[in-house]
């Protein structure tokens, strides 16, 4: 383990830092992101078009369940990875917010498609342009619809993120966007990832 | 939706402010008759019988499924009122994907039509794209070649079994029987790879196009019918056994949600909901459209209407449209793959690079686009959900002054309170898969 | 021989202890390992039906699969609901979990029953059986725990402050009561049979060769083949398993009773039904299979009865994943139908005729005659059956109708 | 079709081909389709009358903003209005359409229902309400459809804006 090189944010700062140099807590690490890394749990969090194409990424030909990714939790608090499959409009804007929120931490998105990721074709009133202003994008999957290779390729790139980052990643920092969210009074900016 | 989302607190959170069902005892008795009758006029009888029926709030709770639930096939949402577990009323609240797409429309042109209107339909999306086109080629008055049509007819059905493949896979999730989804799964596979070597695309495939289609099959296309032909009766068979020859899954759909034709033709209700009730009616042989005339084929209808019906007719329209492809196999004649006509087709790719006009003119085509007449059209074909119609203004430029698609599963939709009521929830969730709505388009 | 348990033998000195302690530290690894090994099974042998591969990138095979899930789950961000209520809400996963340890202390799985053997072993120089306990009510502890179970799971539903959570334990508590009576009485007629509430016992009984020498003295024979029929349903009922999931039926109430549980609670509900599945399949084995009675090959007997029992109860365990994957969900409705109208009944009957067999040898009764009044009391009674039911669908409908 | 070109109405103006009309409606042919020009007034009539002539289904019911398309092509005698509802009826029995183009003035964009005769033109007529502002009057539920409930404005309308955002590249190295 070299983690003299990296900060290490949040539980290993609090007190802990000359931990981060044991050979116990250093592998404790990496048993932590293996585990995380092999037990990716998706929630099911079909849109559009995309949601066909997730759902053929865990069928015979491409089959999710190698990496352990067959059990789609219908509830989101059992869910590590919301994959956005398919195009946000502004009336499931606030409920996909509000799913976001009830899922667990550690958790992931991964923005499939291009109308997840910015809009795509559809830059109209009722398209939210880009999922990531409403939550912190870990992994976009370009294609219209990505095809399940592609799906599969970002759900790799996903392992090398959690594989390579933080254990405790989103601890205070948050994805630092700012969006505006229309609260009682009229908007409201608010930080996501922060509380 | 889980959690936190259904119950009453929260309500105002989603904004779904006046869509909310309100509970039994505040709704005024006329609203009440229209919802216990689906939207359909009661008789006195059953007026009273509905008046009769009144149960106290106490023992009814309002629950909420969806927008994001396994089974509400993608963002639908439903509000429920149960009494234990059987749904005395219910709501569907849609809109959740709702895309814009005829407002798109209106901002593309003709040309670049198809790409907006093939992502409603994402099951069969070459359905919606057909629509478009045999609308502004009824606007152009054009007659697209014989090879067009009968590429157009193949692809379709084709499309036809992909989709109904998928409702199989759905459908079999939706009770249980995951193993269903899986196989699925893996026929559509197959048939999609035959879209793909000829479309170049899985899905959203811009491939149907005023004038013809984008490009002619490829070599060796009838191989890759043929495979999928001879692959595709026994795996059938093995859905018949898995399925249809198991008491669970007879008793799970046998006398669930049935609904009469009467009430089909009074709620608009197409397709194989229709044709499930025992009503004959087939747009491909009743209005034909394309070379439908020329086909030999069935249209298989049911006799109950109930969920079970509705299944084994989209098993059976699987084995009629492999008959109609076959049927395209040996009859698919030469020539040209879309209309000659400088107007509406861009030159070949060989004389872009010998004549400087026909550059030109594939630059016009591309980024202008072709100026379609003044005047108003409405051309509908079935699609695997029903009546799938396409509504053009235009006002001579080269972009639809208003473009509206008749999407069956949004008109099927309706049927949805009048199925569901005095079922199960566990019906419920039957009933929605049957009617196999795409909520894409749905809320278009 | 009571001096087969050591603890029962009056002189408790280190070595019982030491026994005991290292038959609780076996049962407990194995059934962790057991469960473990269960869920890989399970996702394994689901993905051969359904022509894919299963997960096969965590360790070899897939096979630390499980413990990812486990680590990861443990890891994971722990939250109770603000409407939960939170001492229930803490303690229902442990109601559902202990339990599910519990019963499998009873469950006999190894020693040599073979040539009259009683399935005794030496250990330091005590003789004790490979079980953990051997109390005397030993299948009366087995539903006394599997109902404990149901708690958990109500309990769960109803203090998540939530409504699909809510109505998953309605199910549950009227599905398993309902189960619970099925079961039962499929356990009466084993325990009839074997003249021992003493899994042991149960399975001394069954240990051994009748019938000509080749057929097993099993009670699958023994007691008849309608009480396994009737158990090896009621159990997957009690299970929450495939078709029989309504509890959890995730297509319709999403998560049902585990649906505000995140983090090391769910995974506790997760263990506890896949290790209830491993129990319950033991049970089945010692009740109807003969445990671990089984031939002797080579090498120590003791060892064989642990073969032949693992063998017998990998099987059921292929049994279940088969059933799950291939039948879709039956309703709640049918469901009830089906404990209530059909395996009540039927296994009632069984035992009632079962009994009357019983006493007619004891009391050397004519057995023609035995067999015909038989029939004609179990068709009278089939019959009333049928009329009740009839009678009360057509009150029913008259009812709606009215 | 029996009675297409049944002269319905009287010439009254005997100089003119007299326009021709169905059920004393008003028609016109659009590429080979019929279509009916019925005033708001006849409109919930003539959907009876239809009805009772063997159109039992609504196919299709959506509103078209003719904003800037005052010019259109329309039988003499109908104003044309800045909104139309159309209407799509389907005779399964005589395999036959009718398409019904109702105006609409911008001023009072009210039309009557055809929910009681028509119960599948719920759905359709909230949508059209929902993307028009047009309102059936007495329709039980005219809430909107598709757009949430505190939505501003009807979206299909040509004076709403499209709502295009300009497509930005954040954060794409600009160092040339």
Same mark, same amino acid.
């Given at each position: 383990?070299?983690?003299?090189?990296?900060?290490?944010?949040?539980?290993?700062?609090?007190?802990?830092?000359?931990?981060?140099?044991?050979?116990?807590?250093?592998?404790?690490?990496?048993?932590?992101?293996?585990?995380?890394?092999?037990?990716?749990?998706?929630?099911?969090?079909?849109?559009?078009?995309?949601?066909?194409?997730?759902?053929?990424?865990?069928?015979?030909?491409?089959?999710?369940?190698?990496?352990?990714?067959?059990?789609?939790?219908?509830?989101?608090?059992?869910?590590?990875?919301?994959?956005?499959?398919?195009?946000?409009?502004?009336?499931?804007?606030?409920?996909?917010?509000?799913?976001?929120?009830?899922?667990?931490?550690?958790?992931?998105?991964?923005?499939?498609?291009?109308?997840?990721?910015?809009?795509?074709?559809?830059?109209?009133?009722?398209?939210?342009?880009?999922?990531?202003?409403?939550?912190?994008?870990?992994?976009?999957?370009?294609?219209?619809?990505?095809?399940?290779?592609?799906?599969?390729?970002?759900?790799?790139?996903?392992?090398?993120?959690?594989?390579?980052?933080?254990?405790?990643?989103?601890?205070?920092?948050?994805?630092?966007?700012?969006?505006?969210?229309?609260?009682?009074?009229?908007?409201?900016?608010?930080? %996501?990832?922060?509380? | 939706?889980?959690?936190?989302?259904?119950?009453?607190?929260?309500?105002?959170?989603?904004?779904?402010?006046?869509?909310?069902?309100?509970?039994?005892?505040?709704?005024?008795?006329?609203?009440?008759?229209?919802?216990?009758?689906?939207?359909?006029?009661?008789?006195?009888?059953?007026?009273?019988?509905?008046?009769?029926?009144?149960?106290?709030?106490?023992?009814?709770?309002?629950?909420?499924?969806?927008?994001?639930?396994?089974?509400?096939?993608?963002?639908?949402?439903?509000?429920?009122?149960?009494?234990?577990?059987?749904?005395?009323?219910?709501?569907?609240?849609?809109?959740?994907?709702?895309?814009?797409?005829?407002?798109?429309?209106?901002?593309?042109?003709?040309?670049?039509?198809?790409?907006?209107?093939?992502?409603?339909?994402?099951?069969?999306?070459?359905?919606?794209?057909?629509?478009?086109?045999?609308?502004?080629?009824?606007?152009?008055?054009?007659?697209?070649?014989?090879?067009?049509?009968?590429?157009?007819?193949?692809?379709?059905?084709?499309?036809?079994?992909?989709?109904?493949? %998928? &409702?199989?896979?759905?459908?079999?999730?939706?009770?249980?029987?995951?193993?269903?989804?899986?196989?699925?799964?893996?026929?559509?596979?197959?048939?999609?790879?035959?879209?793909?070597?000829?479309?170049?695309?899985?899905?959203?495939?811009?491939?149907?196009?005023?004038?013809?289609?984008?490009?002619?099959?490829?070599?060796?296309?009838?191989?890759?019918?043929?495979?999928?032909?001879?692959?595709?009766?026994?795996?059938?068979?093995?859905?018949?056994?898995?399925?249809?020859?198991?008491?669970?899954?007879?008793?799970?759909?046998?006398?669930?949600?049935?609904?009469?034709?009467?009430?089909?033709?009074?709620?608009?209700?197409?397709?194989?909901?229709?044709?499930?009730?025992?009503?004959?009616?087939?747009?491909?042989?009743?209005?034909?459209?394309?070379?439908?005339?020329?086909?030999?084929?069935?249209?298989?209808?049911?006799?109950?209407?109930?969920?079970?019906?509705?299944?084994?007719?989209?098993?059976?329209?699987?084995?009629?449209?492999?008959?109609?492809?076959?049927?395209?196999?040996?009859?698919?004649?030469?020539?040209?793959?879309?209309?000659?006509?400088?107007?509406?087709?861009?030159?070949?790719?060989?004389?872009?690079?010998?004549?400087?006009?026909?550059?030109?003119?594939?630059?016009?085509?591309?980024?202008?686009?072709?100026?379609?007449?003044?005047?108003?059209?409405?051309?509908?074909?079935?699609?695997?959900?029903?009546?799938?119609?396409?509504?053009?203004?235009?006002?001579?430029?080269?972009?639809?002054?208003?473009?509206?698609?008749?999407?069956?599963?949004?008109?099927?939709?309706?049927?949805?309170?009048?199925?569901?009521?005095?079922?199960?929830?566990?019906?419920?969730?039957?009933?929605?898969?049957?009617?196999?709505?795409?909520?894409?388009?749905?809320?278009? | 021989?009571?001096?087969?348990?050591?603890?029962?033998?009056?002189?408790?000195?280190?070595?019982?202890?030491?026994?005991?302690?290292?038959?609780?530290?076996?049962?407990?690894?194995?059934?962790?390992?057991?469960?473990?090994?269960?869920?890989?099974?399970?996702?394994?042998?689901?993905?051969?039906?359904?022509?894919?591969?299963?997960?096969?990138?965590?360790?070899?095979?897939?096979?630390?699969?499980?413990?990812?899930?486990?680590?990861?789950?443990?890891?994971?961000?722990?939250?109770?609901?603000?409407?939960?209520?939170?001492?229930?809400?803490?303690?229902?996963?442990?109601?559902?979990?202990?339990?599910?340890?519990?019963?499998?202390?009873?469950?006999?799985?190894?020693?040599?029953?073979?040539?009259?053997?009683?399935?005794?072993?030496?250990?330091?120089?005590?003789?004790?059986?490979?079980?953990?306990?051997?109390?005397?009510?030993?299948?009366?502890?087995?539903?006394?725990?599997?109902?404990?179970?149901?708690?958990?799971?109500?309990?769960?539903?109803?203090?998540?402050?939530?409504?699909?959570?809510?109505?998953?334990?309605?199910?549950?508590?009227?599905?398993?009561?309902?189960?619970?009576?099925?079961?039962?009485?499929?356990?009466?007629?084993?325990?009839?049979?074997?003249?021992?509430?003493?899994?042991?016992?149960?399975?001394?009984?069954?240990?051994?060769?009748?019938?000509?020498?080749?057929?097993?003295?099993?009670?699958?024979?023994?007691?008849? &083949?309608?009480?396994?029929?009737?158990?090896?349903?009621?159990?997957?009922?009690?299970?929450?398993?495939?078709?029989?999931?309504?509890?959890?039926?995730?297509?319709?109430?999403?998560?049902?009773?585990?649906?505000?549980?995140?983090?090391?609670?769910?995974?506790?509900?997760?263990?506890?039904?896949?290790?209830?599945?491993?129990?319950?399949?033991?049970?089945?084995?010692?009740?109807?299979?003969?445990?671990?009675?089984?031939?002797?090959?080579?090498?120590?007997?003791?060892?064989?009865?642990?073969?032949?029992?693992?063998?017998?109860?990998?099987?059921?365990?292929?049994?279940?994943?088969?059933?799950?994957?291939?039948?879709?969900?039956?309703?709640?409705?049918?469901?009830?139908? %089906?404990?209530?109208?059909?395996?009540?009944?039927?296994?009632?009957?069984?035992?009632?005729?079962?009994?009357?067999?019983?006493?007619?040898?004891?009391?050397?009764?004519?057995?023609?005659?035995?067999?015909?009044?038989?029939?004609?009391?179990?068709?009278?009674?089939?019959?009333?059956?049928?009329?009740?039911?009839?009678?009360?669908?057509?009150?029913?409908?008259?009812?709606?109708?009215? | 079709?029996?009675?297409?070109?049944?002269?319905?109405?009287?010439?009254?103006?005997?100089?003119?081909?007299?326009?021709?009309?169905?059920?004393?409606?008003?028609?016109?042919?659009?590429?080979?389709?019929?279509?009916?020009?019925?005033?708001?007034?006849?409109?919930?009539?003539?959907?009876?009358?239809?009805?009772?002539?063997?159109?039992?289904?609504?196919?299709?019911?959506?509103?078209?903003?003719?904003?800037?398309?005052?010019?259109?092509?329309?039988?003499?005698?109908?104003?044309?209005?800045?909104?139309?509802?159309?209407?799509?009826?389907?005779?399964?029995?005589?395999?036959?359409?009718?398409?019904?183009?109702?105006?609409?003035?911008?001023?009072?964009?009210?039309?009557?229902?055809?929910?009681?005769?028509?119960?599948?033109?719920?759905?359709?007529?909230?949508?059209? &309400?929902?993307?028009?502002?047009?309102?059936?009057?007495?329709?039980?539920?005219?809430?909107?459809?598709?757009?949430?409930?505190?939505?501003?404005?009807?979206?299909?309308?040509?004076?709403?804006?499209?709502?295009?955002?300009?497509?930005?590249?954040?954060?794409?190295?600009?160092?040339?």
């Amino acid at each position: 383990m070299s983690n003299e090189t990296r900060s290490t944010g949040g539980l290993l700062e609090s007190g802990l830092e000359g931990l981060s140099h044991n050979f116990f807590t250093g592998t404790l690490e990496e048993l932590v992101k293996w585990a995380r890394r092999h037990s990716v749990m998706p929630a099911t969090f079909g849109l559009a078009c995309c949601a066909i194409e997730m759902m053929a990424a865990g069928g015979p030909h491409y089959d999710l369940a190698r990496y352990g990714m067959e059990t789609f939790r219908a509830s989101p608090r059992q869910a590590d990875l919301m994959i956005v499959a398919g195009r946000v409009s502004q009336k499931m804007a606030p409920v996909l917010r509000q799913i976001y929120d009830q899922m667990m931490e550690p958790k992931w998105v991964i923005s499939m498609g291009v109308c997840a990721s910015s809009g795509g074709m559809f830059n109209n009133y009722a398209i939210v342009q880009g999922v990531d202003q409403i939550v912190p994008v870990d992994v976009y999957a370009p294609g219209c619809p990505p095809s399940p290779e592609t799906l599969m390729h970002a759900i790799l790139t996903l392992h090398d993120k959690i594989k390579n980052g933080e254990l405790t990643r989103r601890k205070g920092e948050g994805a630092g966007l700012v969006v505006e969210q229309l609260g009682p009074n009229g908007p409201v900016p608010v930080t %996501l990832g922060q509380g | 939706m889980t959690a936190t989302h259904e119950l009453p607190t929260n309500v105002n959170q989603t904004s779904e402010g006046a869509q909310e069902l309100t509970s039994a005892g505040v709704v005024a008795a006329g609203e009440r008759l229209r919802e216990l009758g689906a939207v359909l006029r009661l008789s006195e009888n059953d007026a009273l019988l509905a008046e009769r029926e009144q149960v106290s709030d106490d023992e009814t709770m309002i629950i909420n499924m969806g927008p994001q639930h396994p089974s509400t096939h993608g963002v639908l949402r439903l509000m429920l009122e149960l009494q234990g577990e059987t749904v005395l009323r219910c709501k569907p609240i849609i809109g959740y994907l709702h895309t814009g797409m005829e407002r798109t429309g209106e901002e593309l042109t003709y040309l670049q039509g198809p790409t907006n209107v093939t992502r409603m339909d994402y099951a069969a999306p070459l359905f919606t794209e057909l629509a478009f086109s045999l609308t502004v080629e009824k606007l152009l008055d054009i007659e697209v070649p014989e090879r067009a049509i009968w590429i157009r007819m193949l692809m379709t059905e084709m499309n036809r079994i992909s989709s109904h493949l %998928l &409702f199989m896979a759905t459908n079999g999730m939706d009770l249980g029987a995951v193993s269903m989804m899986l196989y699925g799964w893996r026929e559509r596979e197959e048939a999609l790879r035959f879209l793909q070597e000829v479309t170049g695309l899985r899905m959203n495939h811009n491939y149907i196009r005023p004038g013809g289609v984008a490009a002619d099959l490829p070599d060796g296309w009838r191989d890759g019918v043929l495979r999928l032909l001879d692959m595709l009766p026994p795996r059938l068979a093995e859905y018949d056994t898995l399925m249809n020859q198991q008491p669970i899954w007879r008793e799970r759909l046998q006398g669930v949600g049935a609904i009469t034709a009467e009430e089909c033709l009074a709620l608009g209700v197409t397709g194989p909901m229709l044709r499930s009730t025992g009503y004959d009616w087939d747009l491909r042989r009743d209005m034909p459209y394309l070379a439908f005339d020329q086909i030999e084929f069935d249209v298989v209808v049911g006799s109950f209407g109930d969920c079970f019906d509705r299944y084994a007719i989209r098993l059976a329209e699987i084995h009629e449209s492999m008959k109609i492809v076959r049927q395209c196999l040996e009859n698919m004649p030469k020539g040209d793959y879309r209309i000659q006509d400088k107007k509406v087709t861009p030159p070949p790719r060989a004389r872009i690079d010998e004549s400087m006009e026909a550059l030109i003119h594939h630059f016009k085509i591309f980024t202008e686009g072709f100026k379609v007449p003044e005047g108003e059209a409405y051309v509908a074909i079935e699609s695997p959900r029903g009546e799938l119609g396409c509504y053009i203004v235009s006002d001579g430029s080269s972009k639809p002054y208003r473009m509206h698609v008749r999407a069956p599963s949004f008109v099927n939709l309706q049927s949805l309170p009048h199925l569901m009521h005095g079922s199960l929830v566990a019906d419920a969730v039957a009933i929605i898969s049957s009617v196999d709505p795409i909520l894409g388009e749905v809320d278009r | 021989m009571l001096s087969g348990d050591p603890l029962l033998s009056g002189q408790i000195d280190l070595a019982v202890v030491l026994i005991v302690l290292l038959k609780v530290v076996a049962v407990f690894a194995f059934l962790l390992v057991a469960t473990m090994l269960m869920i890989w099974f399970e996702r394994k042998v689901v993905s051969d039906f359904q022509n894919r591969v299963g997960p096969n990138t965590a360790g070899p095979f897939g096979i630390l699969q499980t413990l990812a899930d486990g680590i990861k789950f443990f890891f994971k961000e722990d939250l109770i609901p603000d409407r939960a209520e939170r001492r229930v809400f803490i303690l229902a996963p442990l109601l559902t979990v202990v339990p599910a340890f519990l019963l499998f202390t009873i469950v006999p799985f190894g020693g040599d029953f073979s040539n009259g053997h009683d399935g005794s072993v030496e250990l330091f120089g005590h003789t004790t059986y490979l079980q953990l306990a051997d109390p005397a009510i030993g299948i009366l502890f087995a539903l006394a725990m599997s109902s404990i179970a149901v708690y958990g799971v109500m309990l769960a539903g109803w203090s998540s402050g939530s409504k699909y959570p809510l109505l998953g334990s309605v199910r549950a508590s009227a599905q398993m009561v309902s189960y619970e009576a099925a079961l039962g009485l499929s356990v009466c007629a084993v325990v009839l049979t074997a003249g021992t509430l003493s899994t042991h016992g149960i399975v001394v009984a069954q240990a051994g060769s009748g019938w000509g020498g080749f057929i097993p003295h099993w009670n699958l024979i023994a007691a008849g &083949f309608v009480p396994f029929v009737v158990f090896l349903l009621a159990s997957q009922a009690e299970l929450n398993r495939p078709p029989f999931d309504l509890v959890e039926a995730e297509q319709e109430l999403v998560g049902s009773y585990h649906t505000e549980y995140s983090s090391i609670r769910f995974a506790l509900f997760f263990v506890a039904e896949f290790m209830n599945s491993v129990t319950m399949a033991a049970i089945i084995v010692t009740l109807f299979l003969g445990g671990p009675a089984g031939p002797a090959l080579l090498g120590p007997g003791w060892l064989w009865g642990i073969i032949w029992f693992l063998l017998k109860m990998t099987a059921f365990l292929f049994l279940f994943v088969w059933v799950r994957s291939t039948l879709p969900r039956v309703r709640y409705d049918q469901l009830m139908d %089906l404990g209530w109208k059909v395996l009540i009944p039927l296994s009632l009957g069984w035992l009632l005729l079962l009994a009357t067999f019983w006493v007619a040898r004891d009391q050397h009764w004519n057995g023609f005659v035995t067999v015909a009044l038989g029939a004609v009391v179990g068709l009278t009674g089939y019959g009333l059956l049928k009329g009740a039911i009839a009678t009360s669908k057509a009150r029913r409908l008259e009812g709606v109708v009215d | 079709m029996t009675d297409v070109d049944a002269q319905d109405g009287e010439a009254d103006t005997p100089t003119e081909i007299a326009p021709e009309t169905l059920f004393g409606t008003l028609l016109t042919r659009s590429h080979g389709q019929l279509v009916l020009h019925p005033t708001r007034e006849e409109y919930a009539g003539l959907l009876a009358t239809l009805q009772a002539d063997g159109y039992h289904s609504i196919i299709d019911l959506c509103g078209v903003d003719y904003l800037t398309n005052f010019s259109r092509e329309l039988p003499p005698g109908i104003t044309p209005e800045r909104f139309e509802v159309v209407v799509n009826l389907i005779n399964h029995r005589e395999h036959s359409r009718l398409r019904l183009r109702v105006q609409i003035p911008e001023s009072d964009p009210v039309l009557p229902t055809a929910f009681g005769l028509y119960a599948g033109s719920e759905a359709m007529e909230r949508e059209t &309400f929902d993307m028009f502002g047009i309102a059936f009057e007495g329709h039980p539920d005219l809430t909107r459809i598709l757009m949430p409930e505190d939505w501003i404005g009807h979206p299909l309308r040509k004076d709403y804006d499209i709502g295009r955002i300009p497509v930005q590249f954040k954060g794409a190295p600009a160092n040339r």
